[in-house]
């Protein structure tokens, strides 16, 4: 029997109470994993974006620029 149908087996055998924590527990390690994939990709993200403004500054667009473009494309008219 493979490991993972043992651990299987057993945790079915689990009180509920204990089967939903550790079921909880199950989905937070996997959300970790997730959150951590979307952290280091918006690192990479950063990263580029600086080094495309160190390299060339006309790439940057001042604050107030960038915010009235946002409001405008969702249609609030500040």
Do not use: C
């Not at 990479?44 to 620029?65: G, I, L, W």
């Amino acid at each position: 029997m493979s490991k993972l149908k043992q651990v299987e087996t057993e945790a079915l055998k689990l009180p509920v109470d204990d089967r939903a924590r550790l079921a909880h527990r199950l989905l937070e390690s996997i959300d970790q994993d997730s959150d951590t994939d979307v952290e280091l990709a918006w690192i990479e993200e950063s990263e580029r974006r600086y080094q495309e403004a160190a390299r060339d500054p006309a790439f940057t667009e001042p604050a107030t620029s960038a915010f009235q473009r946002a409001r405008d494309a969702l249609g609030e008219n500040r």
